[in-house]
């Protein structure tokens, strides 16, 4: 009777270790694709085209800020800037709630997208800034301060 219980032991080991092994080998099996798959087809990385350069301003990317501490402030503004064709790729706070204007800040060297976005909103010329870096993704920035009544709403 021992040899047959030592036996049923072995065969459940053993399917236990054959079922390992080929659980293990179809992950390796599917970790190779994938690594050569990577190697054939490697991911796009989310630039600017250098070369087609008469697309880059047709489509302006904002953010919008609230930058004087009434709630939903950015919201709101990010739907009408959206309504306007804009596209509104990040929201959220600013870095003070004591902005008493609303500024427009050009983060490309393209003053123009800026211009375009203080014209929608209402912004006087004199508060556009040009403040650009390579670590930006964004087109203009938009941080909206407490004169936010007298902005345009439509």
Not at 30 to 43: D, E
Not at 80 to 109: A, H, K, M, P
């Amino acid at each position: 009777m021992t040899d047959t219980k030592s036996e049923k032991v072995s065969d459940t080991n053993e399917l236990f270790l054959n079922t390992a092994i080929g659980f293990l080998s179809v992950l390796l099996i599917l970790l190779l694709a994938a690594l050569f798959t990577r190697i054939v087809y490697p991911r796009i990385f989310n630039e600017r085209a250098e070369l087609k350069s008469e697309l880059i301003s047709e489509i302006i990317q904002i953010e919008v800020l609230n930058g004087c501490g009434v709630s939903g402030i950015a919201n709101a503004y990010t739907g009408l800037l959206r309504s306007n064709g804009f596209d509104v790729v990040e929201t959220g706070n600013f870095e003070s709630f004591d902005l008493q204007e609303t500024i427009i800040i050009s983060r490309s060297e393209v003053m123009d997208n800026a211009y375009r976005v203080a014209n929608a909103l209402g912004v006087s010329k004199q508060n556009v800034i040009m403040e650009s870096s390579a670590d930006f993704y964004l087109d203009v920035s938009v941080i909206i301060g407490h004169d936010f009544k007298k902005l345009n709403r439509d």
